[in-house]
């Protein structure tokens, strides 16, 4: 079983980005299952026409972060729409969910998670990711386990990814739009990068104008961030998992300009 996972879509650009992209890689690759981080599809959150046309554009999961709530026009997709998933260590009462069952070629139930982290996230909201997780191992039935971790300190990162090895099979990382080059597969068989990037703006700060991130360290007034404009970069890692030992035997990094 082939699965993409794409870094985070930032803003027009990015979604453009993705749609033009998505279905000739999944063409490429054989592609089973592709697992999209949308939360930044409007800068801060993603508008349901947003995730409708990601959908559209081949995404077949969701997932969400951070900025879940960016836009609260979201809910009503979250509430609908299995395939766009919130965080699921988010409490109780929000709406939607933190995980969705899909179909891999052979029948068995891959369980798609999103999950956030909380070191540097300023969410005071959400529960211990690695008590969550555990806990859906004794509520919910699947074969297979893919994880979007999205969260900012690559020790957390690491450290679930030693939780989930075995157990897991695919835990990517998401959120800070710059890929990491430590794909590998762990010693019992889970496939990992703790960061795949981003799709979004070449000449920017993680999607943005330069000049925004560089005038909000130079500490002058805030203004509301705008996406970069010119070329720009898709980037993805491709995993491949054998789907009668729920293993990972391979795991590639990829961007395209």
């Known amino acids: 079983m082939n699965i993409l996972a794409v870094g985070d879509i930032c803003g027009a650009p990015g ?149 989930l090895d075995g157990r897991a099979s695919v835990l990517f990382g998401t959120h800070t739009h710059v890929p990491t080059a430590d794909e590998r597969v762990f010693p019992n068989g889970m496939g990992y990068i703790t960061d795949v990037g981003m799709a979004g703006a070449v000449e920017s700060v993680l999607g943005i104008k330069p000049e925004q991130a560089v005038n909000n360290f130079l500490g002058y007034t805030p203004e509301r961030y705008e996406s970069a404009g010119g070329a720009c970069k898709l980037q993805c890692a491709l995993f491949t998992v054998d789907e009668d030992t729920r293993r990972c035997t391979g795991v590639k990094r990829m961007e395209i300009m």
């Open 15 to 163: 979604l453009k980005m993705a749609a033009s992209h998505i279905f000739a890689l999944k063409k490429t690759y054989a592609v089973d299952l592709c697992v999209v981080n949308g939360e930044n599809a409007a800068i801060l959150g993603i508008t349901p026409n947003q995730a409708r046309e990601l959908l559209s554009a081949g995404a077949d999961v969701i997932t969400l972060g951070n900025h879940t709530w960016g836009k609260k026009e979201i809910k009503t997709t979250l509430e609908n729409e299995g395939r766009v998933i919130r965080p699921l260590n988010y409490p109780a009462p929000v709406p939607g969910n933190g995980y969705c069952i899909v179909q891999s070629p052979k029948g068995k139930r891959v369980c798609v998670v999103s999950l956030l982290g909380r070191y540097d996230m300023n969410d005071v909201s959400s529960e211990n990711p690695f008590w969550r997780i555990d806990r859906l191992f004794r509520e919910v039935e699947f074969d297979m386990l893919v994880v979007d971790f999205h969260a900012e300190a690559t020790s957390e990162k690491l450290s679930m990814a030693y939780h």
